[in-house]
């Protein structure tokens, strides 16, 4: 019984913030174009793309989904010294709780790389599309449909809901600032220090979101700020990148802090196998006041594989028993970072 009251009270709750907020994700740097425009083709290969899947709270009766596809790319990166673009796409969909809330969202992004020196890069981005939500209303239940016993489906609920879904333009903008250290040779290394810290606005053009015919809200806008940095650990095949990420949406905030140990790989031998170069990432960050968040990265040659868990540590522990939400990430890049040894000097 305990289970079923905060299962209903969880989907009620995330039913009305879902409505005003926008999905998350557990790992923001590996869907860096839902955390910023600016990041837009600000690495080190010529084009990258980035497969994501999160299940959330599976164990509650309707788990929330969400798929995400992007891609971006640096071009015209040899016809200036003192910078280059960057372009991109990204796509997502997610399907939420019982009442089968949809959103599909793209959006394309434009990011102008500016190289201040050899050490620092300014990059400034813009990104539009648009956004569909969907309800299936028919699943909802209402305060007015209870007969003081039970739910009663045959009693009106009040509500003048009058379409199941609408459509609404998108508008975003973000700036970023990125550091290397005097000693990074190659961009993909752990060597040196690199660092990146950036702050993103998404909603600019706040859109009117309403199911009702008879009034509507303007979406509220977000706030991203977010750093990252990568130290070299002397004399160890290791590198510690910490991470923070601070968004705020209305009246909702959400921080996430915590830190990635990435480990090197190298065969000493002289074969140039699939393992030759590759990296292992382990990390563990907290959101604030609601999970904790432990995740792995695997890189070799051309891929990278991340999985991460979070623990629910909030009162919706009760109904979700502590279990949060599965994501699963496959990244491809080319070319082969590994063996891209020399690019990360005329790039940056």
Request: glycine share 8%.
């Amino acid at each position: 019984m305990k289970t079923i009251f905060f299962s209903t009270i969880l989907c009620i709750v995330l039913f009305l913030q879902t409505q005003a907020q926008d999905i998350h994700f557990s790992e923001y740097y590996a869907n860096p174009l839902s955390m910023n425009p600016a990041l837009a083709g600000a690495h080190n290969s010529d084009a990258r793309v980035i497969l994501s899947y999160k299940d959330q709270w599976d164990k509650l009766e309707n788990p929330y989904k969400t798929y995400a596809f992007s891609g971006d790319a640096g071009i015209f990166r040899s016809r200036t010294n003192t910078g280059y673009w960057g372009v991109g796409f990204n796509l997502f969909h997610d399907l939420s709780g019982v009442n089968k809330l949809a959103t599909t969202n793209l959006n394309l992004s434009a990011t102008y790389h500016l190289r201040l020196n050899r050490q620092h890069i300014l990059s400034a981005g813009l990104q539009g599309g648009f956004s569909q939500k969907k309800i299936n209303e028919g699943n909802l239940q209402w305060d007015n449909q209870f007969d003081g016993v039970a739910y009663n489906s045959s009693l009106q609920s009040g509500e003048n809901i009058t379409s199941d879904g609408f459509t609404m333009g998108e508008a975003a903008t973000g700036i970023c600032w990125s550091y290397l250290s005097e000693s990074v040779k190659n961009y993909n290394s752990n060597e040196g220090i690199k660092t990146e810290l950036g702050i993103a606005f998404y909603h600019v053009n706040t859109p009117q979101y309403s199911f009702y015919n008879t009034s509507s809200e303007e979406l509220d806008f977000r706030t991203i700020c977010h750093g990252k940095a990568s130290i070299e650990i002397p004399k160890t095949i290791m590198a510690a990148i910490p991470t923070v990420t601070f968004m705020k949406q209305g009246a909702s905030n959400e921080l996430i802090v915590g830190a990635y140990v990435r480990f090197m790989m190298r065969d000493n031998t002289n074969k140039t196998g699939f393992l030759s170069k590759a990296a292992i990432s382990v990390g563990n960050h907290y959101r604030w006041g609601d999970a904790y968040v432990c995740s792995i990265m695997f890189e070799a040659m051309h891929f990278a594989l991340g999985l991460s868990y979070d623990v629910n540590t909030s009162p919706l522990k009760y109904a979700s028993k502590r279990d949060g939400g599965l994501e699963i990430t496959i990244r491809y890049t080319t070319p082969n970072p590994f063996v891209n040894e020399n690019r990360g000097n005329s790039l940056l």
